[in-house]
């Protein structure tokens, strides 16, 4: 039977219903999670045994940049990435290329052999939707959904000028169902605008130019219309002044800005079973962590800021945030963040794009290699630590490294072997730049991440952060039949063996989608279906008539037609609403 299997004995971490290490069978049918099959059903269904080895849900990653139009920017811009990174076709897979910034094919399988089932893409300019979801569409192995690019939209911005919530609200309402996105991403707010200007903002009650609004006006409005709205996720923040000396300061008190703000969370779905409450509660969830939390005044007085926004929240329960690790190596910087980009394409003159998007947003691309000797990166891979070891629950935190930005993300088992071992962490301490030691506190910090902690980091918090615990990140009742099987036997780990660790999740022993194998040792072994999910939210039809009458008229302002904007069901492999009733 399709998508029927048995995984014996393994040893399963599955934090959202509480089960740490237990020695278990986990059972799925027609590839959903079940309590256990037939006598008949077992006798036709695959069955792998997992004894000695850990089984946790498929990897989730809530914050990546793996499609659209500034992925492919970075594609083009580093032909030597492909050089280093290929791959051959085989019967079943395509080629690809690309280290830092691969193609959509490699993107997919490269994930899967890490036992990933779930990736986000971070950043959906509205006019870009169609071609992220092209890219969408074509990455394997991956269920998919994008968040829509928000911060400095025009239309919204007028809208939070005058005061108007309600056609705000339904506004963006309208914008998440036609371009088929899932959640809200606020970049840099009121800042991108001023860029057009050759301009930024560098405080939370700078107004910008011409719409006069400023970023705690944009955060606040859209934490506000998040909830109004019902939201599966909460905002996703990424702070003013990122990249530059003491925005540590400026981050924190972003953060301050939603805590009135109750979460309310509105999806009508069918939830797989779980321990301990699958909805989120947090008004925010900020991103790349790292690269908002530098201290210091100046590139020569630069440190670690992170303390200050990990004390901000542990003490506080209206955040969670994604870390941005850097693992060291080549890395392609890209955001919307066109203002962040530039300056940093003055500090290093590599090469660099910049694009505005019409009335929207903008973004930036620029290659980057982070040195174990240059005191900076070697503060800044600190730095992605110290936010994931210092927030004392790990249900707050979910590792990253804004692939590509800090690194690429196949770089996460050894982000991984950092987190759970002091000895990988002192011996890389022996390789970097002293500022590492001197400027960061990380090599005081004796914490170990068990197992658990790694399953929490990095499948069962980010899904439930993204309001996707109906079905991901768990192996509870109903949940999707995908798991991962991991070559390590936690009876035996010995985290002072840490090459043991990166091996171990390098290349899981099986990924299981919705209860077939897909990829084994390395090996891609099937290609399944996949899905792309967004929030499909109707507000009343008197608020959005009234709000499309003034969108209709301002869009003379666009290069494109209005029938060409919205992105048409084709778009997208296998569409999957997620569907809420906004009560405005
Ligand atoms: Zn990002």
Same mark, same amino acid.
């Given at each position: 039977? /399709?998508?029927?299997?048995?995984?014996?004995?393994?040893?399963?971490?599955?934090?959202?219903?509480?089960?740490?290490?237990? &020695?278990?069978?986990?059972?799925?049918?027609?590839?959903?999670?079940?309590?256990?099959?037939?006598?008949?059903?077992?006798?036709?269904?695959?069955?792998?045994?997992?004894?000695?080895?850990?089984?946790?849900?498929?990897?989730?990653?809530?914050?990546?940049?793996?499609?659209?139009?500034?992925?492919?920017?970075?594609?083009?811009?580093?032909?030597?990435?492909? !050089?280093?990174?290929?791959?051959? &076709?085989?019967?079943?897979?395509?080629?690809?290329?690309?280290?830092?910034?691969?193609?959509? !094919?490699?993107?997919?399988?490269?994930?899967? &052999?890490?036992?990933?089932?779930?990736?986000?893409?971070?950043?959906?300019?509205?006019?870009?939707?169609?071609?992220?979801?092209?890219?969408?569409?074509?990455?394997?192995?991956?269920?998919?959904?994008?968040?829509?690019?928000?911060?400095?939209?025009?239309?919204?911005?007028?809208?939070?000028?005058?005061?108007?919530?309600?056609?705000?609200?339904?506004?963006?309402?309208?914008?998440?169902?036609?371009?088929?996105?899932?959640?809200?991403?606020?970049?840099?707010?009121?800042?991108?605008? @001023?860029?057009?200007?050759?301009?930024?903002?560098?405080?939370?009650? *700078?107004?910008?130019?011409?719409?006069?609004?400023?970023?705690?006006?944009?955060?606040?409005?859209?934490?506000?219309?998040?909830?109004?709205?019902?939201?599966?996720?909460?905002?996703?923040?990424?702070?003013?002044?990122?990249?530059?000396?003491?925005?540590?300061?400026?981050?924190?008190?972003?953060?301050?800005?939603? #805590?009135?703000?109750?979460?309310?969370?509105?999806?009508?779905?069918?939830?797989?079973?779980?321990?301990?409450?699958?909805?989120?509660?947090?008004?925010?969830?900020?991103?790349?962590?790292?690269? @908002?939390?530098?201290?210091?005044?100046?590139?020569?007085?630069?440190?670690?800021?992170?303390?200050?926004?990990?004390?901000?929240?542990?003490?506080?329960?209206?955040?969670?945030?994604?870390?941005?690790?850097?693992?060291?190596?080549?890395?392609?910087?890209?955001?919307?963040?066109?203002?962040?980009?530039?300056?940093?394409?003055?500090?290093?003159?590599?090469?660099?794009? @910049?694009?505005?998007?019409?009335?929207?947003?903008?973004?930036?691309?620029?290659?980057?290699? !982070?040195?174990?000797?240059?005191?900076?990166?070697?503060?800044?891979?600190?730095?992605?630590?110290?936010?994931?070891?210092?927030?004392?629950?790990?249900?707050?935190?979910?590792?990253?490294?804004?692939?590509?930005?800090?690194?690429?993300?196949?770089?996460?088992? *050894?982000?991984?072997?950092?987190?759970?071992?002091?000895?990988?962490?002192?011996?890389?301490?022996?390789?970097?730049? &002293?500022?590492?030691?001197?400027?960061?506190?990380?090599? /005081?910090?004796?914490?170990?991440?068990?197992?658990?902690?790694?399953?929490?980091?990095?499948?069962?918090?980010?899904?439930?952060?993204?309001?996707?615990?109906?079905?991901?990140?768990?192996?509870?009742?109903?949940?999707?039949?995908?798991?991962?099987?991991?070559?390590?036997?936690?009876?035996?780990?010995?985290?002072?063996?840490?090459?043991?660790?990166?091996?171990?999740?390098?290349?899981?022993?099986?990924?299981?989608?919705?209860?077939?194998?897909?990829? *084994?040792?390395?090996?891609?072994?099937?290609?399944?279906?996949? #899905?792309?999910?967004?929030?499909?939210?109707?507000?009343?039809?008197?608020?959005?008539?009234?709000?499309?009458?003034?969108?209709?008229?301002?869009?003379?302002?666009?290069?494109?037609?209005? @029938?060409?904007?919205?992105?048409?069901?084709?778009?997208?492999?296998?569409?999957?609403?997620?569907?809420?009733?906004?009560?405005?």
């Amino acid at each position: 039977m /399709a998508g029927t299997i048995a995984i014996k004995n393994g040893h399963v971490f599955d934090p959202l219903n509480e089960i740490n290490g237990d &020695k278990m069978d986990i059972f799925i049918r027609n590839g959903k999670v079940v309590t256990e099959l037939s006598a008949s059903e077992l006798k036709d269904a695959k069955e792998i045994d997992a004894s000695g080895k850990t089984v946790m849900p498929g990897g989730v990653d809530s914050h990546s940049h793996v499609a659209g139009a500034k992925v492919n920017v970075g594609r083009m811009m580093r032909p030597e990435d492909h !050089y280093k990174f290929y791959q051959k &076709k085989t019967p079943i897979t395509h080629s690809g290329c690309g280290y830092s910034v691969p193609s959509v !094919y490699l993107g997919g399988y490269e994930y899967s &052999k890490m036992g990933y089932t779930t990736v986000f893409e971070a950043a959906v300019p509205p006019m870009e939707a169609r071609h992220t979801h092209e890219e969408m569409r074509s990455t394997p192995m991956l269920d998919m959904g994008g968040y829509l690019v928000l911060g400095n939209n025009w239309f919204l911005m007028r809208y939070l000028k005058e005061g108007d919530m309600e056609k705000a609200a339904a506004y963006v309402a309208w914008m998440m169902k036609t371009h088929k996105t899932y959640g809200i991403k606020c970049v840099n707010p009121a800042g991108v605008e @001023n860029w057009g200007w050759g301009e930024n903002v560098s405080a939370l009650d *700078q107004a910008n130019i011409h719409f006069e609004v400023t970023p705690e006006d944009i955060i606040k409005g859209l934490t506000e219309i998040n909830e109004m709205l019902g939201f599966p996720m909460p905002v996703h923040l990424h702070a003013n002044n990122l990249g530059h000396p003491g925005c540590w300061e400026i981050t924190r008190d972003s953060l301050k800005i939603p #805590k009135p703000v109750k979460a309310r969370p509105n999806t009508s779905v069918e939830w797989a079973e779980t321990k301990v409450n699958p909805k989120r509660h947090e008004s925010v969830y900020l991103t790349h962590c790292q690269f @908002n939390a530098f201290g210091g005044t100046s590139w020569r007085d630069f440190e670690s800021g992170v303390k200050g926004i990990t004390d901000y929240v542990n003490n506080h329960e209206h955040v969670v945030m994604d870390s941005g690790c850097v693992p060291f190596g080549d890395a392609t910087v890209m955001t919307g963040d066109g203002p962040a980009i530039h300056d940093l394409y003055v500090l290093t003159g590599h090469k660099w794009s @910049n694009t505005d998007v019409e009335c929207e947003c903008g973004s930036g691309v620029l290659p980057f290699t !982070y040195l174990k000797n240059n005191p900076v990166h070697s503060v800044q891979w600190a730095m992605g630590l110290e936010v994931l070891l210092y927030v004392d629950d790990p249900w707050k935190v979910i590792m990253t490294t804004d692939s590509p930005n800090g690194g690429p993300f196949i770089k996460y088992p *050894q982000v991984i072997a950092w987190l759970m071992s002091n000895k990988a962490r002192q011996d890389t301490f022996n390789e970097c730049h &002293k500022w590492a030691q001197d400027r960061t506190d990380l090599s /005081a910090e004796a914490r170990e991440m068990s197992l658990y902690d790694i399953a929490t980091i990095t499948r069962a918090n980010s899904a439930r952060t993204i309001g996707m615990s109906h079905s991901k990140g768990t192996l509870g009742i109903g949940a999707d039949g995908d798991v991962a099987i991991y070559d390590i036997d936690p009876t035996k780990l010995e985290v002072s063996d840490y090459e043991s660790i990166i091996r171990g999740f390098e290349n899981a022993a099986y990924t299981i989608k919705e209860g077939q194998v897909v990829s *084994q040792k390395g090996e891609i072994v099937a290609i399944p279906e996949k #899905k792309t999910y967004y929030t499909d939210i109707s507000t009343s039809a008197d608020d959005e008539k009234n709000m499309l009458d003034d969108v209709k008229n301002w869009f003379k302002y666009y290069t494109i037609g209005f @029938n060409n904007y919205p992105t048409p069901d084709k778009y997208l492999a296998n569409p999957t609403p997620i569907k809420i009733d906004a009560e405005v």
